[in-house]
């Protein structure tokens, strides 16, 4: 590790790419703004027209949604156009405004007028809107709304809201993410799963949403039973033998989850040694889903193990869950029968009567499902099919009467919305340290329960190569007539974490030189290939110690404990989180370990270089943001009303990541905060100002952005620590 003291990095770009840039083109005597990622709102009709009430994080979102609410009245007023949606960019330069709309072009073709034409009437037609300065047409037809920067600031001081008033607000909403087979201890792949997870039921909860978090578990599937097998015809061991393991076990290295570890690697070997011993695995796997056995019951003692491990892996990070449903009781309490009867009643599945799939219920893939729906909706003929059986038909249940993974994904997914007609039992399972109670299914439970399941939307974090079997449960869903609630089953994808050759090398394993050529190798826990979660943790803890151990030596063991953990927690999480979801992450332990560059450090340090200007001038930050201040300085410096800005689009960017799915968008947010703000903290000497009005603006300023750091960080999970 170099140290996290941070370095001013303008110019810099982020990991993930989002260059977030305008391309200016010139046009007709003037510029066309062509953002990257546009902010669009769709037409809500019942949205009454509102008075200025935007406070602090909400500003530049409310702001934006009342302009877009007065334009839509004005084009039905003055027009009577509808438009589907109303795009609003925002001008390269804060000169020229902090919004640009370019609805004049698209208007054109449907009033027959030139688009500058247009924009003079709109802007004519607006006249004065609280908050917003002025209206400017610009170029061939471009709007750009200057906000009144004092009045908008004022509205940044009042006190704050706590949730916003999004898309999501008032929804119930269940995000599934974690699912970790119980069969050993979580590895770093999973852990891209739970922060990305965890992140989004916070962005979820700040819009004002009712959040079900839940972590699915397959305690019935192949991996349990490969444990299972090794317990049972490797070490022998009884069911009571096992339980004196978990008794006896410590924290991790001694952990039961670090056993199983290396338990299910030599499995996997064991098979391939003899195909005799996949007989064993086929045999353990059906009476683990029957029931009622001894290899049932010892399933269920390491699975449940497991998963109080895993809990207590993913609370270090202070990832928490509300719900644990698990497969056994999907197959015990019938879920599966319900749901057939209805795929059967509405013709989703058939019954195949020759063929590859003979004997077999089946239905179309989605992808076939697709492409004939995109057919007809361009007019086109159906593509054309093959006579004879569709061999390309998904199994759903198989000849042998078995259901396949995805048909007992379609009986889940129709509890969520609450579609099945059946419930599971509720059992307290784990208790968190707040008191917040984690439940977990059972064939039977308490009367006394929280509500689950019924929801108006699914959000499953599930890597991408489950795209094909996702996609099958949302086209059964829509077969059977559920619409609204197909188009409400979001499959939160996203791309794995694998090892750097260098870092595999490191870790002790043996990397062959075609492997040392590629970009990345893949973990595979059936190898034991890969890094422990806690031993990751752990790692970056004891490395970011070493830093704060130098620098406060005067503080107790203790104290400085709880700080590398917070800058450790951090480095990960903002690690996980910067790359875009889509892009491979290949991890590497010197760029994990490194707390310079765009780093969870790098903000974090932020935080507490404007927490040292207020220690230092005798006052807190509260009372700076609850007293009086002169804001006439924002009309005379664009710098700083870009920082005030940038700091009160916290709920734009919150309405972002939501609507994309893509939590990448917050971590940028914080690193540019933090960058503008250390920009800001060098080129103004606040506490040596000699002008006081202009110092306490400068102080004000410090405690507004301090507040949106603070702020964008805990949606990400992610602590501001004392010091560093």
Same mark, same amino acid.
């Given at each position: ?19 977030g840039a ?7 005597g ?40 007065q334009?839509r009245?004005?084009l039905k007023?003055?027009y009577?156009?509808?438009l ?18 370019p ?15 247009i924009?003079e009437e709109?802007?004519?037609g ?33 006190p ?14 269940l995000?599934?993410?974690?699912s ?8 770093i792949?999973?852990?891209r ?6 992140t989004?039921?916070?962005l979820l909860?700040?819009?004002?949403a ?11 599937g192949?991996?349990v039973?490969?444990v ?6 490797l070490?022998?061991?009884k ?16 952990s039961?989850?670090?056993y ?5 690697a030599?499995v996997?070997q ?10 064993l695995?086929?045999?353990?796997l059906h009476?683990?889903?029957?029931g ?50 209805q ?25 076939s ?14 593509p ?8 390309d ?10 259901v396949?993974?995805?048909?007992k ?9 609450? /579609? ?19 439940w ?10 929280p ?7 699914i ?8 795209a094909?079997?996702?996609?099958n449960v949302i ?10 609630q ?6 939160f994808?996203?791309?794995m974490?694998a ?31 890969g ?6 943790i ?9 830093e704060?151990?130098?620098r ?8 400085r404990?709880?700080?590398a953990a917070?800058i ?7 690690f ?7 892009s ?8 994990a /370990? ?5 780093t969870g ?38 710098e ?6 940038r700091?009160?689009?916290l709920?734009s ?8 799915t893509?939590p ?55 602590e501001?620590?004392p010091?560093m």
């Amino acid at each position: 590790m170099t140290g996290y003291g941070p370095r001013l990095q303008s110019g810099s770009t982020s990991h993930h790419r989002f260059s977030g840039a305008w391309r200016q083109t010139p046009r007709a005597g003037g510029v066309c703004y062509n953002r990257l990622f546009r902010q669009q709102l769709t037409a809500r009709k019942s949205a009454p027209a509102a008075n200025l009430k935007a406070k602090g994080k909400h500003l530049y979102l409310e702001l934006h949604q009342q302009l877009i609410r007065q334009v839509r009245e004005l084009l039905k007023r003055q027009y009577d156009v509808e438009l589907p949606r109303i795009v609003v960019d925002q001008p390269p330069n804060v000169r020229l405004g902090e919004y640009a709309l370019p609805l004049s072009f698209e208007l054109a073709k449907k009033l027959r007028k030139p688009p500058r034409k247009i924009a003079e009437e709109i802007v004519a037609g607006l006249g004065q809107l609280p908050g917003f300065e002025k209206f400017e047409v610009a170029g061939a037809g471009y709007i750009n709304a200057r906000l009144n920067r004092e009045e908008a600031a004022r509205l940044m001081l009042l006190p704050e809201r706590t949730t916003t008033t999004g898309a999501a607000a008032g929804k119930k909403i269940l995000v599934e993410h974690t699912s970790i087979n119980p069969n050993k201890a979580a590895h770093i792949g999973h852990l891209r799963n739970s922060i990305l997870g965890d992140t989004f039921v916070r962005l979820l909860q700040v819009a004002g949403a009712h959040v079900d978090v839940q972590n699915y578990i397959d305690n019935t599937g192949v991996q349990v039973a490969d444990v299972v097998v090794g317990f049972l015809y490797l070490e022998k061991k009884k069911k009571a033998e096992i339980e004196a393991l978990i008794a006896a076990s410590g924290p991790p290295p001694r952990s039961f989850d670090y056993y199983c570890w290396d338990l299910y690697a030599r499995v996997s070997q064991w098979y391939e040694a003899s195909k005799d011993n996949l007989k064993l695995r086929l045999q353990t796997l059906h009476d683990i889903e029957h029931g009622g056995n001894e290899a049932a019951e010892i399933g269920k003692l390491i699975s449940n193990a497991i998963i109080r491990r895993h809990l207590e892996t993913m609370e270090r990070l202070g990832i928490e869950y509300d719900f644990l449903p698990q497969e056994s009781e999907i197959l015990h309490l019938h879920f599966w029968e319900s749901a057939f009867a209805q795929l059967k009643e509405k013709r989703v599945l058939y019954f195949e009567n020759e063929g590859k799939n003979k004997g077999c219920w089946v239905m179309k893939r989605a992808s076939s499902q697709t492409a004939k729906k995109q057919s007809e909706a361009e007019g086109k003929d159906a593509p054309e099919t093959s006579e004879g059986p569709d061999e390309d038909a998904k199994v759903i249940v198989r000849s042998n009467n078995t259901v396949t993974y995805v048909g007992k994904d379609i009986a889940y997914h129709l509890w969520k919305f609450g /579609l099945l007609g059946r419930d599971f039992g509720y059992q307290h399972f784990y208790r968190y340290p707040n008191g917040r109670q984690v439940w977990i299914s059972g064939e039977t439970g308490e009367a006394n329960h929280p509500h689950f399941g019924g929801v108006n939307a699914i959000y499953n974090v599930i890597d991408s190569r489950q795209a094909d079997p996702q996609n099958n449960v949302i086209e059964a869903i829509r077969g059977l007539g559920y619409t609204e609630q197909a188009e409400n089953y979001h499959h939160f994808s996203y791309e794995m974490v694998a090892l750097t050759p260098r870092c595999a090398l490191e870790l002790g394993y043996a990397v062959s030189e075609e492997e040392q050529k590629r970009a990345y190798i893949e973990v595979s826990g059936r190898k034991g290939f890969g890094v422990k979660a806690d031993d990751l943790i752990d790692a970056l803890i004891a490395a970011a110690q070493k830093e704060v151990d130098s620098r406060h030596p005067e503080m107790s063991e203790a104290e400085r404990r709880g700080i590398a953990a917070q800058i450790a927690i951090g480095a990960l999480r903002y690690f996980m989180l910067k790359f875009t979801k889509g892009s491979v992450i290949a991890f590497d332990f010197k760029e994990a /370990l490194s707390f310079e560059g765009e780093t969870g450090p790098y903000a974090q340090y932020a935080i507490v270089r404007a927490t040292n200007i207020f220690r230092k001038a005798g006052m807190s930050a509260e009372e700076i943001l609850a007293g009086q201040s002169d804001l006439r300085f924002l009309e005379e410096d664009d710098e700083l009303w870009e920082l005030w800005l940038r700091a009160g689009q916290l709920s734009s960017m919150v309405e972002q990541c939501i609507s994309t799915t893509e939590p990448a968008y917050a971590a940028k947010y914080a690193f540019q905060l933090a960058q503008q703000f250390n920009n800001f903290y060098h080129k103004h000497h606040i506490l040596t100002e000699e002008d006081q009005a202009r110092k306490r603006f400068l102080l004000v300023t410090a405690a507004v952005v301090r507040r949106a750091l603070i702020q964008s960080l805990a949606l990400m999970g992610i602590e501001g620590p004392p010091v560093m």
